[in-house]
């Protein structure tokens, strides 16, 4: 991998003016460049599959296909067979990752998604030094997740009805989302995950110390292959806790956490934090 290369980016928008405004900052950077630009879903999934970006910037809400379902197809593009034998000098080695671009009413296609494959979400009001900071932490393989939009989705995954295994009722369910469950926050195996929150609501049944006395009929036989520290350091990550923040709270080391949070991540199957949080809420960890 020739890690000097540009971080090549799409950025899908029904607005032109948007799409503008974020090509703007994009091309701004030495070590970016917009590759493709995009009005619908269809499009982006057509230019994704051409392109081979890095990174996709997807509105949730366009004409046509919608970012829901555009996500759902790149990401099952990058999973492809045959993905793995690219040579390691290409620029096509990485998968294409998509960051959802949303506003505080659209929380529930949010969730699926995110479900759907997504590295993350940010909001449009977005600062332009997030925004790009963001692009560069997905681009390493990490997940990412505006805080306070966090605190917004579980509230109103709250609010909607919140069941174990994916069961929601309200709006959450009719939007297409399968899971009933939380985002995470910045910050992979790697990564310090400085964008932390504070504030989540828990769950009904949960205790005051986050764990959930209501536990559910059925937990992933993953649950199983964690051992009692991991467990700790998964309810923290669920929590919204970063690496560092972890490591004060269980006295125990920053590169400790990050080797808990990598095992954790390979026994459960998880590509990512947001990944790692669904799983928590799903198996009543929190």
């Known amino acids: 991998m020739n890690e000097s290369r540009s971080i090549r980016v799409i950025i899908a928008d029904d607005q032109k003016l948007v799409r503008a405004g974020f090509a703007m900052v994009i091309g701004s950077q030495p070590d970016m460049e917009v590759v493709g630009q995009a009005s619908d879903g269809a499009q982006a999934v057509a230019l994704a599959e051409s392109l081979h970006p890095d990174v996709v910037l997807m509105d949730v809400r366009m004409p046509g296909m919608d970012g829901i379902e555009a996500t759902s197809r790149i990401t099952s593009l990058s999973a492809a067979p045959g993905d793995a034998t690219v040579s390691a000098e290409s620029a096509d080695d990485r998968p294409t990752r998509v ?99 504070t504030g989540i609501p828990s769950p009904a049944g949960a205790a005051s110390d986050g764990s959930n006395t209501s536990r559910p009929a059925y937990t992933d036989p993953e649950l199983d292959l964690l051992t009692d520290r991991e467990r700790e350091v998964l309810v923290e990550i669920a929590h919204g806790l970063s690496n560092q923040e972890i490591a004060d709270k269980l006295f125990i080391s920053l590169p400790t956490v990050k080797t808990h949070v990598a095992h954790i991540l390979a026994k459960i199957n998880a590509r990512d934090r947001v990944q790692a949080v669904v799983f928590a809420y799903d198996n009543g960890l929190v």
Do not use: C, W
């Open 99 to 197: 960051i959802i671009l949303t506003t505080f009413d659209l929380d529930e296609y949010v969730m699926a998604a995110i479900n759907a494959g997504a590295s993350g979400f940010l909001l449009k009001d977005t600062e332009p030094e997030t925004l790009l900071s963001s692009i560069r932490t997905v681009f390493q393989g990490n997940a990412i997740i505006a805080p306070s939009a966090t605190k917004r989705l579980i509230e109103k995954m709250m609010q909607d009805g919140y069941a174990q295994h994916g069961s929601l009722t309200g709006d959450v369910a009719r939007s297409g989302a399968v899971y009933g469950s939380a985002v995470g926050v910045s910050g992979g195996a790697a990564g310090n995950g400085a964008g932390s929150m």
